[in-house]
Each structure stands twice: as structure tokens, then as C-alpha cells.
T-cell receptor
Framework: EAGVTQSPTHLIKTRGQQATLRCSPI?????VYWYQQALGLGLQFLLW???????NRGNFPPRFSGRQFPNYSSELNVNALELEDSALYLC????????????FGPGTRLTVL | QKEVEQNSGPLSVPEGAIASLNCTYS??????FFWYRQYSGKSPELIMF????GDKEDGRFTAQLNKASQYVSLLIRDSQPSDSATYLC????????????FGQGTILTVHP
């Protein structure tokens, strides 16, 4: 069974640009989560999508947004990129939402120059 | 007080020894507890989850949960150099909806 997939693996942008990161959950999973892992910081919760709806949001500015498609894949958009947005962005999926076990994808390394 | 705290590392153990990793949490109503392993430059990989008080064993790994004392631990028996990684404790707090709260991680090094 295929795991969570993410694309691209690496992404290099300059300040002020927009970045789009993509995630496909494990087959049968309906919930998708996004986390940020910046250097020296722990994993920080960004967003939770379930059945196409945003269910919860972490303490991040509105320029971090996303959506979930009918096939349960998800997209994370980061607008007006800042240097401190450089981080590993991790997508996870679970069978159902709320408190189910989350399985992580390989991540997208975003570098903002 | 941080919501989820792990014992400060790094932790270094010889090959074959038992590695003990500890985690405390502040929310007494927390329900579910997870241990992830993260190799450098890679994503977290689930090792174990535990919901009930007591021990849960899976191969060389044992998770222990004590809700009264608000701690969860991970024991790794017969440690191998391949176990060298950062171990992350994660908790669903009672007020969380879909959000896993992670500890800062403990770096484990197993030396031959």
C-alpha cells in the first residue's frame, strides 16, 4: 500500500513569491494535516482538512492557506513568502479525523531566498 | 510549562543496551499518545501508539503510559546503531481537534 506522497521534494523561492505544495493521502484516508518543521523548532501544526473542509488551523498567519480536493488530496499555499518560512513542510493523513493515528509523508523542503 | 516535554538529550547508549526516552504532558485530559522516529533529513515515522495505562510491547520497543503521573515513555531494548535518530513524543491534548502536539524531540545515539 502506497504511503503519503508529497511534491515537490524541494522548492526554492524568493521573498514575496508564492509557494504551492501538494499532498496525496494514503488510499482510504479522508483527513489530511499539514505541519511545519523549521530548523531548531519542533513540529508545528498548520492545518487539518477532512471531507473537503478546513476543520482546524494552527497559529499561523492567513497567508498560509490550503484546500482539499474531492479525491482527498490537498494543497498548501503560502503567499508573500518570508525568509522564516524556510522549513520542512510535512503532510500527514489519517483514516478518520479528530484523534486517529497520523502517518507522515516525506515532506517538501521549502527554501526562501 | 510546555504542553509536551521530553527529557533533554542527546542520549548516548552502547549497542545492546536499553535506551529510555521520557515524555511528560501538562493536559490531564489527554487521550492518545504516540512515538515517532525521525532520521536526519527525513520525515517522522510512527513507532508506536498507546491509549491505556500500562505497557505496550512491539518487538524491541515498549511504550509505557501513566496517566496519573502524566508521563509516557519508550524503552528500546537491545539498541542498535540503526536506532540512532530523533525520537518525538506526540499527544492529542483534550482540546485538540486533529492537532498533534509534539515534544521537542530527544536525539538518541547508539554507539558500537
Amino acid at each position: 500500500e502506497a504511503g503519503v506522497t508529497q511534491s515537490p521534494t524541494h522548492l526554492i523561492k524568493t521573498r514575496g513569491q508564492q509557494a504551492t505544495l501538494r499532498c496525496s493521502p494514503i488510499s482510504g484516508h479522508t483527513s489530511v494535516y499539514w505541519y511545519q518543521q523549521a530548523l531548531g523548532l519542533g513540529l508545528q501544526f498548520l492545518l487539518w482538512y477532512d471531507e473537503g473542509e478546513e476543520r482546524n488551523r494552527g497559529n499561523f498567519p492567513p497567508r498560509f492557506s490550503g484546500r482539499q480536493f474531492p479525491n482527498y488530496s490537498s494543497e498548501l499555499n503560502v503567499n508573500a513568502l518570508e525568509l522564516e518560512d524556510s522549513a520542512l513542510y510535512l503532510c500527514a493523513s489519517s483514516l478518520r479525523g479528530l484523534r486517529d493515528t497520523q502517518y507522515f509523508g516525506p515532506g517538501t523542503r521549502l527554501t526562501v531566498l | 510549562q510546555k504542553e509536551v516535554e521530553q527529557n533533554s538529550g542527546p542520549l548516548s547508549v552502547p549497542e545492546g543496551a536499553i535506551a529510555s526516552l521520557n515524555c511528560t504532558y501538562s493536559d490531564r485530559g489527554s487521550q492518545s499518545f504516540f512515538w515517532y522516529r525521525q532520521y536526519s533529513g527525513k520525515s517522522p515515522e510512527l513507532i508506536m501508539f498507546i491509549y491505556s495505562n500500562g505497557d505496550k510491547e512491539d518487538g524491541r520497543f515498549t511504550a509505557q503510559l501513566n496517566k496519573a503521573s502524566q508521563y509516557v515513555s519508550l524503552l528500546i531494548r537491545d539498541s542498535q546503531p540503526s536506532d540512532s535518530a530523533t525520537y518525538l513524543c506526540a499527544v492529542f491534548l483534550s482540546t485538540s481537534y486533529g492537532k498533534l502536539t509534539f515534544g521537542q524531540g530527544t536525539i538518541l545515539t547508539v554507539h558500537p
